[in-house]
Structure formats: structure tokens, C-alpha cells
């Protein structure tokens, strides 16, 4: 049987959705909802008999209301964009309001207020100057209601009154439309720097941890890597499993600096990282480590496995094409050592750097276990 707040969860999620841009945009439905249902409650509870046209209005509210949140839950599907369901609500909103002067007789002050709150809400979909037409609009439309009530009954809605009323309106109305178009100024110039700033932080996030040149994982970012590993808590599931670390260096890179120069070098440098990054798995980590030389850790791998793929990689780098470098082969050397239980990476590494020594002394373009 389910708990409570799981039950309440469950309902809320059929009614207002999962995507968090509906369940907003239902949310907003639901004030308005509120507040028209407890404008109906309001003028109910004072008028004394309600006339038909006063229960036509609140049949046609209520109906409005529930077509719309029909039309919002399924506004993707129908291919309605939410600035259009902004404007038709406002527009809904407006005629209510034209219909509730005209009905609630004495109490028909109070639902002017109703305009600037059709205006407020519209302001989180449209843009300053869709509200601003929209705010004219319901002016217009109102002025209209009253202009049309003055001139066939005088004696319950006297004009000089009725004048009065329309231009208090028109000014509260058009300084709330002014206030919340600057509201919304500052909103859109808000979350425009928050999402340049997001921008800017994952920029500064990549420039720290990626080499520029070779787009791998810079020296120390690896760095970090390697502390978080040493940090980890090793799972029972792999207590059995090791970690390899992997030093290689490209053979001979300095003739080709030499020879080719610095930009044939860089060409080099970024062939050899793309290289060995289409031959690693995906838990693997490269990184460069210094000039030509290169790291790679290869988790939960053992030592046999680990040169089994270096071999791989040698091959790899070797039958690489290197654009305007014809006749240049590449080739690299590599000190590979597994690590003892819980040591330090850095002796780990160690060890390597001693079995890439002795690989360039044995005559390079090979793999060593040290």
C-alpha cells in the first residue's frame, strides 16, 4: 500500500507532468484557476440573486479554465507554442473581466484589479512589448464595456464616474504594465549572464583540465585523477583487479621538430593523442604528461592485458597518416608497471619511467614492464 506523500507525489506528477517546463507553466495555471474560482466565491457570497447572465459568466469562466489546462498539459502535441497560449489567456482573462463589470453591479470596482493581474501574469510568457499591447488591449476593451454601460444606463454607471474610474485604471494599469516589463528586462539580462557565466566556468573548467594542444587530460588534471583513485575504497568486485600505469614517449620527436619544425611537431603531437584515444577503452585515462611524453592509466587491468593493448597502440600510431608529412613514421616507447596493492601512484610511476628508460635503450618502438 502506498505512503502518503508517495500517493501525493504520484497525483501531482498526473496532473502537472514530469517535465519541469509544464509542471511551471501548470503551476501558473493553477493561480489563475485559484484566483478566478475565489472571484466567483467572492461575488457569489455579496450578490443577493444572482442573475443568469451572472451564472453564464461563471459557467463560462470555469469551462475556460478547464479547456486551458487541457491545452497546456498537451501544448507540445497540439503544436502550440507557449507565447500563443499566453496571449489567448490574457485575452480569455480580459473578457472575463469585461463580463464581471458588467454583472456584479455594485461591486464592479473590484474587478479592475483583475486587468493588472491578467497583465502580471502574462509577463512570465511574453516579451515587454507583447504585454504592453496586450495591457492596451484589455484598456480598449474595457473602456469599451464602460463607454457602452454609461451610454444606455446612466443612472447605474453615471459617465463622469465611469470616466474617473477608466482613467484611474488606465494609469495603474499601464505603470504596472511599465514595472513589470522592466521586471522581465532584468530577468531575461539575468539569466542571459548566468548562462554566459555557466559558459565561462565550463571554459575555465576544460582549460584546466585539458592540454590545449593534444585535447587529452593535462598533467594536472591526471594529477588529480590519481589522488581521487588513491582516496577511492576499493569494492569487493574489484579487490581481484589491479591498476597499470602506462609512461610513453614518441621516438625521436626532436628530429621531427628539427627537421619539419615546431608546426609539423604540434601536427604530431595531436595525430599521436587521437591515435591512442580511439584505441582505450572507455574507463581509461590519458593524459600528457610533458612534451612528448605521455600517461595512461588503465584501471582494473592486469599487467598482461595492459600490454596486450599497448601493442595494440604501437601498431596503431605506427599506420597512422600524418597530413603533409609524407614518408614521417612515428613510433613510441613505453615503460608499463602494474600497481603493488595500496603504494602511492607516484612509485607506480616510477617504475614505469624506469621501464621507459630501458625501452629507448634497447632501441626504442617497444614496450617494457618495469
Request: charged fraction near 20%.
Amino acid at each position: 500500500m502506498r505512503s502518503r506523500p508517495e500517493t501525493r507525489f504520484t497525483l501531482a506528477r498526473l496532473l502537472f507532468g514530469a517535465d519541469p517546463k509544464l509542471h511551471r507553466m501548470l503551476q501558473y495555471w493553477a493561480a489563475t484557476a485559484a484566483l478566478y474560482l475565489f472571484f466567483i466565491l467572492m461575488f457569489y457570497s455579496r450578490l443577493d440573486a444572482p442573475s443568469p447572465a451572472a451564472h453564464g459568466l461563471a459557467l463560462y469562466t470555469v469551462c475556460g479554465l478547464a479547456l486551458f489546462y487541457v491545452l497546456v498539459r498537451n501544448h507540445r502535441r497540439l503544436g502550440l507554442a507557449p507565447t500563443t497560449l499566453a496571449v489567448v489567456q490574457g485575452i480569455f482573462g480580459i473578457s472575463c473581466n469585461m463580463g464581471a463589470y458588467s454583472v456584479t453591479g455594485p461591486l464592479r470596482g473590484a474587478t479592475l484589479m483583475g486587468l493588472m493581474v491578467v497583465v502580471v501574469f502574462c509577463t512570465f510568457a511574453l516579451r515587454p512589448r507583447q504585454t504592453l499591447l496586450l495591457a492596451f488591449g484589455g484598456l480598449a476593451g474595457m473602456g469599451a464595456t464602460m463607454w457602452w454601460h454609461q451610454a444606455h444606463d446612466p443612472l447605474h454607471y453615471p459617465p463622469a464616474v465611469e470616466g474617473v474610474t477608466f482613467a484611474i485604471m488606465a494609469a495603474c494599469s499601464l505603470a504596472v504594465t511599465f514595472l513589470t516589463g522592466e521586471m522581465s528586462k532584468l530577468r531575461a539580462r539575468l539569466k542571459a549572464k548566468k548562462e554566459n557565466l555557466e559558459a565561462a566556468l565550463v571554459t575555465i573548467r576544460t582549460l584546466a583540465t585539458t592540454d590545449d594542444l593534444t585535447r587529452v587530460a593535462n598533467r594536472r588534471h591526471m594529477g588529480e585523477v590519481l589522488e581521487a583513485e588513491e582516496r577511492r575504497a576499493i569494492a569487493p568486485a574489484r579487490s581481484a583487479a589491479a591498476t597499470c600505469i602506462a609512461l610513453l614517449d614518441i621516438d625521436h620527436f626532436k628530429q621531427i621538430n628539427d627537421r619539419h619544425g615546431h608546426a609539423a611537431g604540434d601536427a604530431v603531437l595531436r595525430s599521436f593523442a587521437q591515435a591512442l584515444r580511439t584505441g582505450l577503452r572507455g574507463g581509461d585515462v590519458l593524459a600528457r604528461w610533458g612534451g612528448e611524453e605521455f600517461l595512461l592509466m588503465l584501471p582494473e587491468t592486469e599487467l598482461a592485458a595492459a600490454g596486450a593493448l599497448l601493442e595494440r597502440l604501437r601498431q596503431d600510431v605506427a599506420a597512422m597518416a600524418l597530413p603533409g608529412l609524407a614518408g614521417v613514421k612515428v613510433a613510441f616507447s613505453a615503460g608499463l608497471s602494474m600497481r603493488a596493492g595500496a603504494e602511492p601512484f607516484a612509485d607506480t610511476i616510477g617504475r614505469a619511467d624506469k621501464a621507459l628508460y630501458r625501452a629507448k635503450s634497447a632501441g626504442r618502438d617497444r614496450v617494457l614492464t618495469g
